[in-house]
């Protein structure tokens, strides 16, 4: 139990064009997500806060109106990286916690691999 | 907010030996602190994690302990395996209570 897809798994896309990326639950319902970016080596990052049915909650220095994100239903969310550049590539990862464990435990997607041209 | 600090950055140890991880925080609100694994190109993996009205937990071979009054939190893993070598992340959640903070992570690597 606990899964959670994304979508896609891999992207290249050319600079100045737009990504979206899909976060999904599929065996339970998350009314709260995670986005994070992970570079090469590094730590995984906190982007945003996803909450279903109401704003992201970026972090300091997250662009909003780049990385928008939507959280339209109780099993998915949305990243789409607008006017996307190569400084932006990068491994996304989504994560979510199931509304009816302990309100604590994250399970995390497997990962979008963004390469921007 | 909040900064988690990790140590060792690499840990290089051989096959049978114990393995320790060292975490500390800085925010003392925080109350939930997970370990996960991550093999390369892979998804991080919950191994073990443990909340603040407890000061240790135990799963087989793994470990954590958490010591509140310093705000630090260690992995043990005892019989290492050469299938136990990945990068190693200890988190904490934020002053919201919600998400994680994640240190630089621990890569371990166990030789035979």
């Known amino acids: 139990g606990a899964v959670v897809s994304q979508h896609p798994s891999w992207v290249i896309c050319k600079s100045g064009t737009s990504v979206k990326i899909e976060c999904r639950s599929l065996?339970?319902?998350?009314?709260?997500m995670f986005w994070y970016r992970q570079f090469p080596k590094q730590s995984l990052m906190l982007m945003a806060t996803?909450?279903?049915?109401?704003?992201?909650?970026?972090e300091q220095g997250v662009e909003k109106d780049k990385f928008l994100i939507n959280h339209a239903s109780l099993t998915l969310s949305t990243l789409t990286v607008t006017s996307a550049h190569p400084e932006d590539s990068s491994f996304y990862i989504c994560?979510?916690?199931?509304?009816?464990?302990?309100?604590?435990?994250?399970?995390f997607g497997p990962g979008t691999r963004l390469l921007v041209l | 907010g909040e900064n988690v600090e990790q140590h060792p950055s690499t840990l290089s140890v051989q096959e049978g030996d114990s393995a320790v991880i060292k975490c500390t925080y800085s925010d003392s609100a925080s109350n939930y602190f997970p370990w996960y694994k991550q093999e390369l190109g892979k998804r991080p993996q919950l191994i073990i994690d443990?909340?603040?009205?407890?000061g240790e937990k135990k799963d087989q071979r793994i470990a954590v302990t958490l010591n509140k009054t310093a705000k630090h939190f260690s992995l043990h893993i005892t019989e290492t395996q050469p299938e136990d070598s990945a990068v190693y992340f200890c988190a904490a959640t934020n002053q919201a209570g919600t998400a994680l903070i994640f240190g630089k992570g621990t890569t371990l690597s166990v030789s035979s």
């Open positions: 443990i909340r603040s009205n407890v």
């Open positions: 994560s979510a916690i199931p509304t009816s464990g302990t309100g604590e435990t994250q399970y």
């Open positions: 996803s909450n279903e049915g109401s704003k992201a909650t970026y």
């Open positions: 065996d339970f319902q998350a009314t709260t």
